[in-house]
C-alpha cells in the first residue's frame, strides 16, 4: 500500500503524534509499503526535505491572521491532486480543524482518508459548535475512519453525529526492542556516562509546557526534596511547541539556581537516544493535565519502570492502579508524596510494578501489534 501521512508538526519540531506516526511508518516500510509525510512548513524549513529515508514534504499555512487555513487547504489540494496517482490512503495524525480537511482532498484525489484523534479533549473540542465548528463537523463526515488512540477518546467520538460504525480504537505502541528494561550493570553505566548522580532517580520526559504541567512538578519536587536528600528528579526534553514557552523554561531554570536545588533537578537537552534515560531512573513521573496516550508512560512501562502519574486520557487504559502503575492527583503535593513514597520505601515493590507494567506493554500495546492493526484497518478502507 502506498500512504501519505499527515502531521501539522513535524520533526525537528517535537511532536507526540509525528513521533507515533514515523514509528508506524518505519513498521510498514518494513513489511514493503511505501510511505512518505506531508506537513507544515514553518519557518526556516525546507519545502522538500527526507526524514529516516521518508520523503517528507511541506505546505505553506498561509498568510494573514484570519483563516489562515484555506491558504493550507488549498496548498495541499495542489498536492493532493498532482501526486492523486502515488498514493492509495490520506492518513492524518491529528483531527483538529485544519486537519479535517484529508477527507474531501481523499476524495477528490481518489484516495480513501482516516484520522486519529490525538488529544482528548483538544482535536474535537467546539465540533458542530459556531460556523468553523460546524464546518469541522461537516469535513469530518467526509471522512472513511475515525482512529481513537484511547476509550475516553472513543466516548468523545461516540458523542458526536458521525458514523458510529467509522470509529475504530488502536492504541499508541512503542517499540519493545528499543525500550527494554537493562541489566543492573548496564544501568549504572548509563547513570555514569550522562553525568547523572547517584541515588534514586525520578525521571519526566516531555515538553516544558503548561499543558504538561512541568512547574507543577518541579516546585513541588521543590518543596519535598530536602526529605528525600538521596533523591533527585531529572527532566529531559523540548520547550513546548515552536519554543513557545521559553519564558516557563527560564523561569524554572532561575528557580533551581535560586534555591541551590541543581543537584535535585535537573534538565536536560532533548535527545534521540532517550531510552538511556529510561535506563538510569527508578521512577517515571508524568504531572500533565491532558493527554491522548502519553507515549512517554509507554516507553517508560516498556522499559520497566513504575511509573507515577496524573489520571489523564490514555494513562488510564495503560495502567492498573497499584499492580502497573499509581495514580497521584495533580491538585494535591500531599497525594504525590504519599504515592512516591509508596513506591521509593520498598525496592522490592517498584522492581514487582516495573516487571508487570513491562508484562503489560509487551502483551498489549507492543508497536508490532498495534502496527498490525493498522495493516488490517488500510486493508479493510481499500476494499470499500
Known amino acids: 500500500?502506498?500512504?501519505?501521512?499527515?502531521?501539522?508538526?513535524?520533526?525537528?519540531?517535537y511532536s507526540g503524534?509525528?513521533?507515533?506516526?514515523?514509528?508506524?511508518?518505519?513498521?510498514?516500510?518494513?513489511?514493503?509499503?511505501?510511505?512518505?509525510?506531508?506537513?507544515?512548513?514553518?519557518p526556516g524549513l525546507p519545502a522538500k526535505d527526507t526524514f529516516d529515508g521518508f520523503p517528507v514534504h511541506?505546505?505553506?499555512?498561509?498568510?494573514?491572521?484570519?483563516h489562515k487555513e484555506f491558504g493550507l487547504w488549498w496548498d495541499l489540494?495542489?498536492?493532493?491532486?498532482?501526486?492523486?496517482?502515488?498514493?492509495?490512503?490520506?492518513?492524518?495524525h491529528g483531527a483538529y480543524y485544519t486537519n479535517s480537511i484529508v477527507g474531501p482532498l481523499a476524495k477528490i484525489s481518489g484516495m480513501?482518508?482516516?484520522?486519529?484523534?490525538?488529544?482528548a479533549d483538544n482535536d474535537l473540542h467546539g465540533v458542530g459548535q459556531g460556523a468553523s465548528g460546524r464546518l469541522h463537523a461537516f469535513l469530518l463526515s467526509m471522512i472513511d475512519r475515525y482512529v481513537s488512540i484511547s476509550s475516553e477518546i472513543t466516548l468523545e467520538l461516540r458523542r458526536l453525529s458521525l458514523d458510529q460504525e467509522k470509529i475504530m480504537e488502536i492504541p499508541n505502541g512503542v517499540d519493545i526492542r528499543r525500550f527494554s528494561p537493562p541489566a543492573s550493570e548496564e544501568k549504572n553505566r548509563l547513570r555514569a556516562e550522562l553525568g547523572l548522580p547517584r541515588g534514586l532517580m525520578l525521571l519526566y520526559v516531555g515538553g516544558i509546557s503548561q499543558r504538561?504541567?512541568?512547574?507543577?512538578?518541579?516546585?513541588?519536587?521543590?518543596?519535598?526534596?530536602?526529605?528525600?536528600p538521596d533523591a533527585f528528579l531529572t527532566l529531559v526534553g523540548p520547550v513546548g511547541q515552536q519554543g513557545r514557552e521559553e519564558k516557563l523554561y527560564q523561569s524554572l531554570t532561575d528557580f533551581v539556581t535560586a534555591h541551590a536545588l541543581e543537584k535535585q533537578i535537573v534538565f536536560r537537552e532533548p535527545t534521540p537516544d532517550i531510552e538511556r534515560y529510561y535506563q538510569t531512573a527508578d521512577i517515571f513521573v508524568l504531572p500533565s493535565k491532558n493527554e491522548g496516550m502519553p507515549n512517554v508512560v509507554l516507553e517508560a512501562m516498556a522499559c520497566g519502570l513504575p511509573c507515577l502519574v496524573n489520571r489523564v486520557s490514555g494513562a488510564t487504559d495503560l495502567i492498573r492502579d497499584r499492580e502497573t502503575g499509581l495514580f497521584f492527583d495533580a491538585d494535591s503535593v500531599e497525594d504525590f508524596l504519599c504515592k512516591f513514597q509508596h513506591l521509593s520505601v520498598d525496592p522490592e515493590k517498584m522492581l514487582e510494578v516495573g516487571k508487570s507494567a513491562r508484562a503489560n506493554i509487551e502483551q498489549r500495546f507492543s508497536l508490532d501489534i498495534v502496527a498490525e492493526r493498522y495493516v488490517e484497518l488500510y486493508e479493510q478502507v481499500m476494499a470499500e
Open 1 to 13: 500500500m502506498k500512504i501519505l501521512m499527515y502531521s501539522t508538526y513535524f520533526p525537528p519540531q
Open 17 to 42: 503524534a509525528a513521533k507515533q506516526g514515523i514509528a508506524l511508518a518505519k513498521y510498514l516500510r518494513d513489511k514493503g509499503h511505501h510511505i512518505e509525510f506531508l506537513t507544515v512548513k514553518w
Open 58 to 66: 511541506r505546505v505553506e499555512m498561509g498568510r494573514g491572521r484570519r
Open 77 to 92: 489540494l495542489k498536492f493532493a491532486l498532482k501526486r492523486r496517482r502515488d498514493f492509495d490512503i490520506f492518513h492524518s
Open 112 to 119: 480513501k482518508s482516516l484520522v486519529k484523534v490525538s488529544l
Open 212 to 228: 504538561k504541567n512541568v512547574e507543577w512538578l518541579v516546585k513541588t519536587w521543590a518543596e519535598i526534596c530536602a526529605k528525600h
